[in-house]
C-alpha cells in the first residue's frame, strides 16, 4: 500500500509539471495567429511554344496579338491556428479586404477563386491589385487562383499578398510539389499545426518527467536496500533505467 501512494505522489508530480508547462506554452510560447500559405502550382507561358515546322499558334485579344500570355494557378491556404474575420466586431483585418497584388502584368484576361471550400470571391480593384472579399476564413480552408495573364517583357507574373493587411499574420510562398509519398508519412504530419505542436511538447515535457522520476524510484530502491544491494545488482538497476530512458524517448524519433 506505501509503494502504491509512492508511486501516486510520483504521478501527481508528473502531472503538476506537465500542467505547468501547458500554462507556459499557451501563454508564452504558441503562436496563435493566421498563416497563409500561398503555393505556385502551375505558371505556364503558353506562347513560348518549341518551334514546329509548318505550326504556327497566335493568341489574340479583340483582334490584338498577345506576345506574353500565362496560364497561372495558385493554391492559398489559412495553415495558421486563428481565424481571419473580416466582418463585425472581431474582424482581425486592416480593411474590408485582403488586397492581393499581381506584379509584372500588362493586361489580365481572367482571375477568378476556384476550387474553394469556404465562400470567397476575387475582384479587381485596379491593374495589378484585386480584393479578397469573404466573412470568415478558418483554419485549414483553402482557394485556388486560376487565371490568364498577359506579362511585360516576357516576366514571370508573380502573385503577393501583404501580411500587415491581417492583425499580426504570416505570409508563406512555395512551390507546390506533388506528394507522391502520403503512403509513407506520419500520421502526426496530416494534423493541424496546432495541435502537432502541442503532442510534441506534451511529450517532450512527460518523457523528462518520466526519466526523472524513474532515477529517483530506483536509487530510493537501491537506498532502501543498501546493505543486501550488490554490484551486479547496481548495473542491472542502471541498465534498466537505462533502458526505460530508451523506451520513453524513442517516441521522439517518430515525432520529430
Known amino acids: 500500500m506505501k509503494k502504491l501512494g509512492t508511486i501516486f505522489n510520483y504521478f501527481a508530480g508528473a502531472a503538476s509539471i506537465v500542467a505547468l508547462w501547458l500554462f507556459i506554452y499557451y501563454q508564452y510560447i504558441a503562436k496563435n495567429i493566421p498563416i497563409i500559405d500561398i503555393k505556385e502550382v502551375d505558371i505556364v507561358q503558353l506562347t513560348n511554344l518549341p518551334v514546329v515546322d509548318n505550326l504556327n499558334v497566335e493568341y489574340k ?73 469573404f466573412k470568415q476564413w478558418r483554419e485549414n480552408e483553402y482557394f485556388e487562383i486560376t487565371g490568364l495573364v498577359e506579362t511585360l517583357n516576357n516576366s514571370k507574373p508573380q502573385i503577393t499578398i501583404d501580411e500587415r493587411d491581417i492583425i499580426d499574420s504570416q505570409v508563406n510562398y512555395s512551390i507546390y510539389e506533388l506528394d507522391t509519398k502520403d ?31 524513474a532515477i529517483f524510484a530506483i536509487k530510493k530502491e537501491l537506498t532502501k536496500q543498501k546493505q543486501t544491494v550488490t554490484l551486479a545488482l547496481r548495473v542491472f538497476s542502471f541498465l534498466l533505467w537505462l533502458l526505460a530512458t530508451l523506451v520513453f524517448t524513442a517516441p521522439l524519433l517518430w515525432i520529430f
Open 183 to 213: 503512403k509513407d508519412r506520419k500520421l502526426i504530419e496530416f494534423l493541424p499545426t496546432g495541435l502537432v505542436n502541442f503532442i510534441k511538447w506534451f511529450l517532450v515535457a512527460l518523457i523528462i518527467v518520466a526519466d526523472i522520476a
Open 61 to 133: 485579344y479583340k483582334d490584338s496579338t498577345i506576345k506574353n500570355l500565362w496560364k497561372i494557378k495558385y493554391f492559398v491556404k489559412n495553415i495558421g491556428s486563428k481565424t481571419i474575420v473580416a466582418e463585425g466586431n472581431l474582424k482581425n483585418i486592416v480593411a474590408d479586404n485582403i488586397s492581393l497584388k499581381a506584379s509584372n502584368l500588362s493586361k489580365v484576361f481572367s482571375l477568378k477563386a476556384s476550387g474553394n471550400n469556404f465562400p470567397i470571391e476575387i475582384k479587381q480593384i485596379k491593374p495589378n491589385q484585386f480584393s479578397l472579399t
